[in-house]
């Protein structure tokens, strides 16, 4: 490895690794251990992981190929972030071990979380990450005739699914996932950002029923319980949760699937609800998430009477202490009912917003205000990069 | 200090203890609070995943009536403060788009004005840090919570995705509980869940990951010798105090651990009582911490 410690305006520096290491070859369970390296603090965490085997311990074992962010190889957890370790710079590593009281913390590296460790920072990938792709169907399923020459496609259409073609599945989400630490059986970020890569792609045929599939299964798109965690940990700007919502959006509304899950009743029940009365009612979501009322009578599905029942025991305790239905005191002016012509407006916004349906997805656009980088000034719109001008 | 103050739907329905102590709390402390009694839901996420342009118009009237008040805008809730600046990162992104928006304003004669002179919408916790400041609030401590064991709990919305919620400028933010703790006299209690998901948006849909997430912080923040939660959500509070019995059995244990909103502990320091806080109202029961305080005096 080509270092800078030789030259004289060098700006190596020493950093502490403490790394946990599991060696199965030698029965022993996982133990942490300290490395020492010196290295520029704009080179990558992984840098210093080559340094340390190079130098101290050959045995060190850290999965890596490409070490650009391209290969999606070098998953890793560093101080608890699931991340890559060439795409973070050990200077900012060594900052955040220390931001509480910018002291000299060692930075910690551990494997990915949420899957097996094969060896020190090698995990597992196959049963949580590859399996669960292979979940998704991850090909085109097109109708079955070839063409004469390609499929042409609308460009648009192949903009909306860039974001998610834009994966290099590293497994940093999957490490991240929050519902996956709880139910293995979750199908997770990664493969179900995969599978809104073809229910996004015109020429796929089976898009409903991928959607269906993916809405009926208890560990499917309703078991994500929209944590952020997978957002914030992908190096590509992937968005995975943002894809499960859109996946939601795709069965729920676009293709009307009543799921066992009541992922949809749910959703519909709050959105029904907000334009009656401007604020939550929870005691009548509970009601209408499982039961919508029909004339005034509840017409529970056989799938939502389970979920009715499992709630009783909440509904009552809320009652009991009075949590449900009370009404505030303490401060005069607010009301369960927005007061006035309030309600109309709501209703308004809700005419306008259901003729509509923009949706706006700021990885394709970009935003205003913010210095594009050079490789994604082509794609944003020209209307949607005018300048810092207000609208008056 | 003078805010707009949007309490959210779950503070005057299922936690009215809640929106309670906090306006004990902000007359203690001076804060003014203007209600927007004509704002709507934000949403909680919900409504963007059936049409998020609804869900940002919902978000530009509460932000337009806001901006009418010409002050800046205070939430108390962590999922109303993520879904508002979900909405909002959109409605400043694009002004095209945002006068598609202020379109459906216009019956009612508002508009959302994007970065205007003072208006910024910030959760109580914020407030508290960055504008009250620490400092003042030391010294308006009149009860020490010196013997006081607390975890805190944030919730995802508000710590999560840091691009979108201020922390390139404000990079402590999911800090800020902790040193609130502090402030307060109390001692934090670390443990693996502080950051982590409660559960709540599943409970509906996924009952048992929703459970198992709750049981596993609860059960964590009493292994590392918790007193108690205190979280700016109360929808974390709804799966972590509400629905703590049905938790505690997923992951097979039978204590319990008070959950406090964060007003609630605030205002213990302040002096007020517990059940003046509405802390009787809680499921989980908080009587444990109101021993800790006895022979603490409230002067
Ligand atoms: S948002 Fe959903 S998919 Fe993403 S990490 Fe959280 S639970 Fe997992
Ligand atoms: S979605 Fe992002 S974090 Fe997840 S595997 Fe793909 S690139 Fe990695
Ligand atoms: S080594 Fe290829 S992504 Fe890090």
Known sequence: ???????????????????????????????????????????????GLLQARDREDGSLSVRCSCR??????????????????????IGEAHEGANRLDGGSKPIVVEPMGNMPVVKDLVTDM??????????????????????????????????????????????????????????????????????YRFVGDP??????????????????????????????????????????????????????????????RHEKAFTKIIEKKGTLDEALLLQESYAAGVKGKLMPKPAAIKGLVGSLPTAVRGMRTGKMRSLPKLIPGIHPKLPGDAQRHVKGIYAHAEEHHTELNLYITGEEDVEPEPDEEELSQPEASSGPKENE | MKLAYWPGCVSRGFTTELHGSMALVADRLEIELVSLDRANCCGAGVIAEHNQELADTLNARTFALAQQTGLGMMNICSTCQGAQSECQQRLDADSAYRAHINEALSDEGIEYVKGKQGFENKNFLWVLVEDYGLDRLKAKVTRPLDRLRVGPFYGCYIVRPKHRLGYEEHPDRDLYLERVIEALGGEVVTYDGARKCCGFPVITMARDTSLRQAG?????????????????????????????????????????????????????????????????????????VAERLVGVPAS
């Open chain 1, 1 to 47: 490895m080509e270092q800078a410690t030789a030259s004289t305006e060098s700006t190596t520096q020493s950093y502490t690794l403490k790394v946990r290491r599991f060696k199965p070859e030698e029965g022993e369970g996982p133990y942490w251990q300290e490395f020492e390296v010196e290295l520029d603090p704009t080179l990558s965490v992984l840098d």
């Open chain 1, 68 to 89: 650009a962010a391209i290969c999606g190889s070098c998953g890793v957890k560093i101080n608890g972030n699931s991340t890559l370790a060439c795409l973070t710079q």
């Open chain 1, 126 to 195: 196959e049963s949580t990450h590859w399996e669960k792709v292979r979940r998704v169907t991850p090909w085109l399923l097109d109708d079955g005739d070839p063409p004469e020459r390609e499929r042409i496609v609308p460009p648009e259409s192949m903009v909306d699914i860039t974001q998610t073609i834009a994966c290099i599945q590293c497994g940093a989400c999957v490490s991240s996932c929050l519902s996956m630490e709880v139910d293995p059986d979750f199908i997770g970020p990664a493969a179900l950002a995969k599978a």
């Open chain 1, 203 to 264: 020429r796929d045929v089976e898009s409903r029923e991928r959607l269906y599939d993916l809405a009926q299964d208890p560990h499917g798109i309703y078991d994500c319980t929209h944590c952020f965690s997978c957002v914030d940990a992908c190096p590509k700007g992937v968005a995975p949760m943002d894809q499960i919502m859109r996946l939601r959006r795709a069965a729920g509304d676009e293709e009307g699937i009543d799921d066992a899950n009541n992922g949809r």
């Open chain 2, 216 to 288: 596993t912080h609860v059960s964590d923040a009493l292994d590392q010798g918790a007193d108690c939660l205190v979280t700016p959500c109360p929808l974390c509070h709804l799966n972590l105090d509400l629905q703590q019995p049905e938790a505690m059995k997923v992951v097979n244990r039978d204590e319990s651990l008070a959950v406090l909103h964060l007003p609630q502990l605030v205002g213990l320091a302040l002096g007020f009582e517990p059940s003046e806080l509405g802390m009787n109202r809680h499921i989980a029961s908080t009587e444990w």
